[in-house]
């Protein structure tokens, strides 16, 4: 599958991958010119590839409510919430962001490899309740996001920048009805603007054409996951895969217990024991560079495995994301970390590595 900017993509010259499916940019120049781009000024990506269902109707606040962990009755028109979609195990189906566009139509943006999953989940519970779920993700999106982010903004849809974090308004870019979204997966300042793949070309264009005296720069999915990692931002997937709870990935801010979702009964149980595993944050002493599926040891023996890893462009040194036990989830705990060649040194550290 392409996105709406594959033509751009092979223009610019990226480095073209398979995600999931999708036929993506994983680099331009490389990623970490990409990612320095987006943490000292700004980088422009195509997220098309994510997905986009708009839920609608009389019953849809109280569905939402019921398929995920947030509580939405109090969010106003032009709000967002990021939130988890558990199973009765209360295990994480996806992690997604849901955007409430009037009274009642809400956008939800699963990820690109789970999105058949959740929309088959949410027609699955949706019986009883008077909703109706679109399947739109044939809607473009691309992802605006640095320190200079508001400028290139500005510049290109001759409007101001300065949105609340977590707020939708729309607007239109180069005569492109948009849904603009102060929001991002990079930790910096940002924007998420969707809307009608006809009009994709014409938006990337206006927004390069803006960024070119701002140091901004195309990025691609490498820049995407270096800067994400960084920040400690959980990858669908990859640091979940309907295997671990919201209280596992310590994202338990997502959990509003003043109300009921599938899963609750579940968490609320595991809660209570406070037996589980616990998402955690290492940093590499010394030169190696941890990966994915790399085994986690304490005294030699196995405590976990690293569920995400790389080397971080700001720190210039290895980091690690992975799940151990509660007694070892302490900062400055020591542990190993055994990757294909030797054992590196490792420490916990708090997160996110990067403030």
Known sequence: MRTALYDRHVGLGAKMTDFGGWEMPLWYSSIIDEHMAVRRDAGLFDVSHMGDLVISGPDAVAFIDTVQTNHFGKVEVGGMKYCHILNEDGNIIDDTIITRITEEEYLMVPNAGTTPKVLSWLREHSEGFDVSIEDRSEMFCVALQGPKAAEVFEAAAGAAGDMEFFTMRRMAIDDVDCMVEASGYTGEQGYEIMGPPEGAEAVWDALMEAGAGHGMRPCGLGARDTL??????????????????PLETTYDFVLKWDHDFIGKDALLAQRESDDFDR???????GKGV??????????GDPVGVVSSGGMSPMLKVGIALGYVPKDLTGTGTKVDIETRTRTLDAVVVEKPFIK
């Open 290 to 299: 941890p990966r994915h599926g790399d085994r986690i040891l304490k005294n």
């Open 228 to 245: 994400r990692l960084e920040k400690c931002f959980l990858l669908s997937g990859q640091d979940f895969d309907s295997d671990r709870t």
């Open 279 to 285: 998402w955690t944050a290492f940093m590499i002493e």
